[in-house]
């Protein structure tokens, strides 16, 4: 994770101002609680400790005790979701995911499981070290208080009033509408985002199968171990080789353990990858829907203005209600006439302010967004190719601890 | 299987010559005793019934003095002063309108002067290895006979004429023949010699004989009860019994290991696509994926032969060694019917006549027969007990090389995608 922050900080000229130059920050240990929820129920849960420490204290030799608070899970999420409202033009960094999925038999899908609760605090710090590192997000004022005030935190955050936008966000989001004009960069991007959700799924399922499988070679080879040495019971010469290279197929056994442990820190950063598919997917449908609202007020001005035509001219171009019913029951007056054109031109005056609001908050939402998303990819690029070269490294690893198990064995077998 | 090995010669265990305790040598004092009287017809120098009536393969080579002399080879005998070479080569397949069947190339290369040539190739199926093994078993029933593969095999569930199944095959009828070769008594068993140097097997013959002997033998095992079994052969019994089980555990483990490797292989080559899946719509990411799907399918492939290798070298010789010991259990048996018909004998005569002095002929020959048996049967062991520590070594340690070469193989793979992977990254960080 630390590596991380250093290639972060090289990679990008804007972190000058980030928050990692000026403060450390970890996600120190887990502890579990017990309280009284808001339905007044006993309830487990478990907090998390983050640590914050200014960076010159500690290079200056003197390393003060850091400052720290505890942490829920849920005001995690509660950070993340008022950051999502009120930057819907970055791609947000997401959390590690809230109850395991694409787990393989031996890992527990229980929450309260240590080895999970272990995996979460790595990814939580990794969430806020990807925060802190992030030229925008990182100056934001409330994820420092988050990091720095324990109480009074909710409140400033609620204050905010980020709950009910983060409400109409999501029923936006989910929403079917059609744009007329889709940029070409955002389509192709969510594009993008759909396949990688999609790759990366299929990937993370067959490979929690093949841990499965994996696992069992490697314990059936435990028999050998108890078999072999109740063998060399029986046996007078023979003995010897074979209760030793029994000793070895344990081992051998043993070792998977290890090696699947290692390799969920893998899935861990496909994992990471998986839920930023989805955050640049929101991007880009935050984007279609700016786009729409644009386009829906630039056509409901459009409209406005060939009203505005349609009843100077007295030449009914298009259906409209009013027409037929005024060519039904006869003609307005000209003074009503006068009301309704005059009424159409502060519709369209509003309208036309409206539009260019609109176009202009389009603009600078392609344009902030665009910045953002050149800058999420070239730091997908970056992780996933490092967490290539971790997975290689680890098959590596495994491949020299299981050459080095078989020739042990061998050397007892040659013995016998 | 190694065809080139040079497998030792495997002597009567490690010690001197002076001290093995030779078949023949008791049958030396029993010639000065009377005559046998059920001697069925004067076959050589030798009065060697055994208890199915047939008489000793007694042809000039099992005279005690060349028999002797034989012994004395053997001890000295290193892969290089062996005298018969065979092997079993070459399968292939016959049709004709009654059957399909395979046979095999038997070739032999000898400096013995019971052969008439020195070369021998000749083609002999199934059948006829295992007629060679009842010959073999008849007629020197106090030595144990090395197994043969399985005869039958399920139509439905077996492809008998696969190339799999067919070289598995070979590789145990090639053993058996080299086993046989290898032993100092059965190698010069006119049998044998036919089966190596004979146009036509005369089968029809055996049938014949055959029937004879299984009467006598039906008549031989039954109704005695062996008073005290020698400690070392009990000993032979309740081994092989705990070895027999042992055996059966490892091939469940290793059956049990193929199937789970199988169904790991099955998982990576979904895995291994999904990264070029993946890869067809990255840029950057694009060589990376690649090689990393390159190298999972390389570890399949690995993974695929070791697996495969296990069910044709692995499990095959575990199941021969099951067959082995079974056989060795029977004549185990017959050796404790030799003995209990001389035990019945001896009390009968004892309980008899307790003022004689010289015991029966028909006893003494028993006793004989017992003595004989016994030797035959521990020099026998002793050689069993050998080969099975060189084939388990072989095998076990056979074992660990496809391992060892499977994982070398992945390893290479994984290592040669590193600089793949990191390429991209340094030409960047020039750029920089």
Not at chain 1, 342 to 350: A, P, R, S, V, Y
Not at chain 2, 222 to 246: I, N, S
Request: with cysteine; proline share 4%; aromatic share 10%.
């Amino acid at each position: 994770m630390r590596e991380r922050e250093r290639d972060a900080e090289q990679g990008d000229a804007r972190n000058r101002t980030s928050l990692l130059k000026k403060m450390e920050i970890s996600v120190a240990e887990a502890e579990k609680r017990t309280g009284k929820n808001a339905v007044n129920m006993q309830e487990t849960y478990t907090v998390y400790l983050i640590e914050t420490r200014p960076v010159d204290a500690a290079s200056e030799g003197t390393n003060p005790v850091p400052d720290s608070l505890w942490r829920r899970y849920s005001e995690f999420e509660q950070l993340r979701n008022y950051l999502l409202v009120t930057y819907p033009f970055l791609v947000v960094p997401p959390l590690p995911e809230k109850r395991a999925e694409f787990v393989w038999h031996k890992l527990s899908a229980d929450n309260m499981d240590p080895d999970f609760v272990e995996r979460r605090r790595v990814g939580l710090e990794n969430f806020l070290l990807r925060v802190a590192s992030h030229p925008d997000l990182s100056t934001d004022k409330i994820f420092y208080s988050f990091l720095t005030e324990e109480n009074g935190w909710k409140e400033t955050v609620f204050e905010t009033g980020f709950q009910a936008k983060a409400d109409s966000r999501l029923k936006a989001l989910n929403a079917t509408f059609r744009v007329k004009n889709p940029d070409k960069r955002f389509a192709e991007m969510k594009h993008y985002g759909d396949e990688l959700q999609s790759v990366i799924s299929q990937l993370l399922r067959v490979r929690a199968r093949a841990a499965d499988r994996l696992y069992g070679v490697y314990k059936v080879h435990g028999n050998y171990g108890r078999v072999f040495s109740e063998w060399s019971a029986i046996e007078k010469e023979m003995g010897d080789g074979l209760q030793s290279a029994g000793h070895h197929m344990d081992a051998y056994a043993a070792s998977v353990d290890d090696i699947l442990e290692e390799e969920e820190h893998y899935a861990d950063q496909l994992k990471e990858y998986l839920f930023y598919a989805d955050a640049l997917r929101a991007v880009c449908r935050k984007h279609e829907l700016t786009q729409y609202e644009l386009e829906m007020a630039a056509q409901d001005l459009t409209s406005k203005k060939q009203q505005r035509e349609e009843l100077a001219t007295g030449t009914i171009r298009t259906f409209s209600l009013k027409g037929m019913t005024s060519k039904l029951f006869g003609q307005e007056t000209p003074e009503q006439r006068e009301a309704k054109l005059k009424m159409l031109e502060t519709q369209i005056e509003e309208g036309e302010e409206l539009v260019k609001e609109r176009n202009g908050e389009c603009e600078e939402f392609v344009k902030s967004a665009w910045v953002d998303i050149e800058r999420f990819k070239e730091q997908k690029d970056h992780d996933l190719r490092e967490a290539l070269i971790s997975y290689a490294i680890m098959q590596i690893s495994m491949c020299k601890k299981g050459i080095q198990v078989w020739n042990n064995a061998k050397e007892c077998f040659s013995k016998m | 299987m190694s065809a080139g090995t040079p497998r030792a010669l495997a002597s009567s265990g490690q010690k001197p010559i002076q001290d093995i305790r030779h078949p023949l040598s008791a049958e030396e004092s029993a010639l000065s005793r009377s005559p046998d009287v059920l001697h069925p017809g004067g076959a050589g120098e030798r009065d060697l019934i055994l208890p199915n009536g047939t008489p000793v393969d007694t042809s000039s080579p099992t005279s005690s003095s060349s028999l002797l002399n034989r012994l004395q080879l053997d001890d000295d005998l290193d892969g290089e002063t062996r005298d018969l070479f065979v092997t079993v080569e070459d399968p292939k397949k016959h049709v004709s309108t009654m059957e399909t069947y395979i046979t095999y190339r038997v070739c032999t290369k000898t400096t013995r002067t019971e052969f008439d040539l020195p070369e021998y190739s000749l083609r002999r199926r199934y059948q006829d290895f295992d007629w060679l093994r009842n010959k073999l078993e008849e007629s020197q029933p106090t030595h144990l006979i090395p197994p043969l593969p399985e005869k039958f095999v399920m139509k439905g569930v077996v492809d008998r004429f696969s190339e799999e199944f067919v070289e598995t095959r070979r590789k145990a009828l090639d053993k058996f023949l080299k086993r046989v070769a290898d032993h100092p008594v059965l190698s010069f068993n006119e049998h044998f010699n036919a089966f190596l140097s004979a146009k036509d097997l005369n089968k029809r013959q055996g049938l014949a004989l055959l029937t004879k002997m299984g009467e006598s033998v039906k008549y031989v095992t039954g109704g005695y009860k062996v008073r005290a079994r020698p400690v070392e052969f009990a000993a032979m019994g309740d081994y092989l019994d705990l070895f027999t089980q042992k055996l059966g555990t490892i091939d469940r483990i290793a059956q049990r290991i193929i199937k789970e490797q199988s169904e790991f292989l099955m998982e990576l080559r979904e895995y291994g696509p999904v990264y070029s899946s993946w890869s067809s719509f990255e840029e950057d990411l694009h060589d990376p994926l690649e090689g990393v799907s390159g190298c999972v399918s390389n570890c399949s492939s690995a993974l695929e032969e070791l697996t495969e290798d296990m069910s044709e070298d692995f499990l095959p010789v575990l199941r021969e060694y099951v067959l082995y010991i079974e056989s060795m259990k029977n004549v185990l048996k017959k050796r404790d019917q030799v003995q209990a018909e001389y035990e019945t004998k001896l009390e009968a005569v004892v309980f008899r006549e307790d003022k004689k002095t010289s015991v029966p002929a028909d006893v003494e020959k028993c006793q004989d027969r017992v003595e004989c048996f016994n030797a035959d049967l521990k020099a026998d062991w002793d050689r069993w007990e050998n080969n099975k520590r060189q084939d388990f070594r072989q095998l076990l340690t056979g074992m660990s090389d496809k391992n060892i070469q499977y994982y070398e193989k992945c390893l290479a793979a994984w290592e040669s995608l590193i600089p793949l992977l990191q390429d991209k990254q340094e030409a960047k960080g020039e750029t920089n």
